[in-house]
């Protein structure tokens, strides 16, 4: 426990947990689609096992326009299922639902999804992981994302 709560302070809060990690190549996410992908955790340990396979959800808008969602619900944080046939993600826990965009439609969560930022890189989709998606981080992430595509 104490490991737990001193580590923050060893490594430092200078980002040096984040990385850019493969999602897959282009054609995995087809244009006007929303798949499910995962990813392995840069900051993982030899026992986390499974648990470091985080899943994330992945829009292609157009071309090489995508948007990468956290699945976790902005409210509580529970796991969010895409609904193809009505274009929307929907909380089960409290009933949130998103936009296809991951904006907030309906129900408690504060804001919308947190969103990864992105690259391509050599016909592949990268993002950049290793932060929880927390309200604290989103704005400046949502910033980045921009910035690693302009």
């Given at each position: 426990?104490?490991?737990?709560?001193?580590?923050?302070?060893?490594?430092?809060?200078?980002?040096?947990?984040?990385?850019?990690?493969?999602l897959g190549a282009l054609d995995e996410?087809?244009?006007g689609q929303t798949r499910?992908?995962?990813?392995?955790?840069?900051?993982?340990?030899?026992?986390?096992?499974?648990?470091?396979?985080?899943?994330?959800?992945?829009?292609?808008?157009?071309?090489?326009?995508?948007?990468?969602?956290?699945?976790?619900?902005?409210?509580?944080?529970?796991?969010?299922?895409?609904?193809?046939?009505?274009?929307?993600?929907?909380?089960?826990?409290?009933?949130?639902?998103?936009?296809?965009?991951?904006?907030?439609?309906?129900?408690?969560?504060?804001?919308?999804?947190?969103?990864?930022?992105?690259?391509?890189?050599?016909?592949?989709?990268?993002?950049?992981?290793?932060?929880?998606?927390?309200?604290?981080?989103?704005?400046?992430?949502?910033?980045?994302?921009?910035?690693?595509?302009?």
């Amino acid at each position: 426990m104490i490991g737990y709560l001193v580590s923050p302070i060893v490594r430092g809060s200078g980002g040096k947990y984040r990385e850019w990690v493969d999602l897959g190549a282009l054609d995995e996410f087809p244009e006007g689609q929303t798949r499910l992908a995962t990813y392995k955790n840069p900051i993982s340990n030899a026992w986390d096992g499974q648990t470091d396979n985080l899943p994330c959800w992945v829009r292609r808008i157009q071309g090489g326009q995508f948007q990468v969602f956290a699945i976790n619900c902005a409210h509580l944080g529970c796991p969010v299922r895409w609904f193809p046939q009505s274009g929307l993600f929907m909380c089960p826990c409290h009933g949130g639902v998103y936009y296809q965009d991951g904006s907030v439609a309906s129900g408690p969560p504060p804001r919308g999804l947190f969103q990864y930022p992105y690259k391509v890189v050599d016909g592949r989709l990268m993002i950049e992981a290793g932060q929880l998606p927390t309200l604290s981080t989103h704005a400046s992430l949502v910033k980045r994302s921009k910035e690693c595509q302009g």
